[in-house]
């Protein structure tokens, strides 16, 4: 098995939501979108209050090069464009949208004649005009990552399998349920880049999907496409740890994929490429994870953008109790969510209901210097050093010390026998040392 240094074994709680089919849920009667829902600049509104739109229209242009569009997910009538709560900055612009009950999409989503012949620079085009951003989690729109300087030379793509994280499986069902989009979507994204080697990364516990890609990648004689088998270890997912796993590379400190000749894209992302391309058909639903032991019925549903976390969970049976704590994305990177009033965004993986059985609060202690979490950091920071900088206010050491290469994926809190909020630590140097940036910035451009 293909591995990197550091890592943690946490239990996986995978399998209940294994055990059912994808689920399609129905539309729902109404849908808050937000013009927000990538890195980058939020998009700008295309529509006013009373306007009439359909499944697919777009509702918002990109306002700068790391932007990404929004399209309406149902059609209706936009009632609202105010500030409504977000899952991950608290409050945003968006469009609340009611349905008319037809589900009528728009008339640019058709097939495309010959996609195979299109260039590089329409496939990257159509990318962006489908709003098509990185569905791990980042977020990142996806065409600027087809689009690398000149200098960068890419030679290889890697399709993110690996799905390290506690309790999600949307990407397994989706390799399971979709091997040939994500093939197809996979050389359209080679053709984008101009790379000649693809490898599929899936983990060791999904050789249900690995076999699956190794029997269509053979029936469809494709000769650049490898699957490759990864150590069951977290975070093995993240892009850095793929790529030194998988091709032996090291992404320099504060460096990119690009850096090294490789582009990372997740399973779920190449197949909203494929749909782009083939289609025209702009990202307005993804599959996500409903899980956790409060949950009447762990399931991978099919949903559209917009549609509030109580909405779906009601789809599929609703809870067995009040949750002690509600999660966007995995118990690892996931962010808590205050309400159930939160709409699914494009960045959206997973819903965990979590109970006071998974959710424990232990009495958090100083440091003992055990060293722990500097064997388990995949990074290879000194984590208790740079979170103990950032509590005396020393951000310059901080600095120093690399916390801008932490990729916060918690394994340092995961094994801390001080129960340290190190993640939260490092979050909060991050902000402080941007804060002071653009404050120096901002007095340099005044003298």
Known sequence: MKGFSGGIHPP??????????????????????PFVQHIGAPAKPLIKIG?????????????????????????????????????VLGRAQAAYIESDGRDERDVSIKSRANPEALLPAEIIDMVKEAGVVGLGGAAFPTHVKLSPPPSKKIDTIIINGAECEPYLTCDHMLMLYNPVDIIKGTLLIMKAVGAQTCFIGIEKNKMDAYELFLSKIRGMNIGNIHPVLLDVKYPQGAEKQLIKSIVGREVPLRGLPMDVGVIVQNVGTTVAVYEAVYFNKPLFERIVTVSGRFIKSSQNVRVRVGMSFRDVIQEIGGLLDSP????????????????????????????????????RFPRT????????????????LVPNIITLAGESERYTQADEWGVHDCIECGACAYVCPAKRPMVQSVKMIKNELLRQEKLQQKEKNLT
């Open 12 to 33: 996986c709680y995978k399998d209940s939501s294994l055990i059912n089919p994808i689920k399609q849920v129905k539309p729902p009667s109404s849908v808050t979108i």
């Open 51 to 87: 306007d009439s739109v359909k499944v697919g229209t777009k509702i918002g242009e990109a306002s700068g090069f790391i932007s990404s569009p929004v399209h309406a997910s149902i059609s209706g009538t936009v009632k609202k464009i105010d500030f409504f709560p977000h899952p």
């Open 324 to 359: 002690l704590r509600v999660i966007m994305g995995g118990p690892l990177m996931g962010i808590a969510q205050e309400r159930l009033e939160i709409p699914i965004v494009k960045a959206t993986s997973g819903i965990l209901i979590m109970s006071p059985a998974e959710c």
């Open 365 to 380: 202690r100083p440091c003992i210097r055990c060293g722990r979490c500097v064997d388990v950091c995949p990074m290879g």
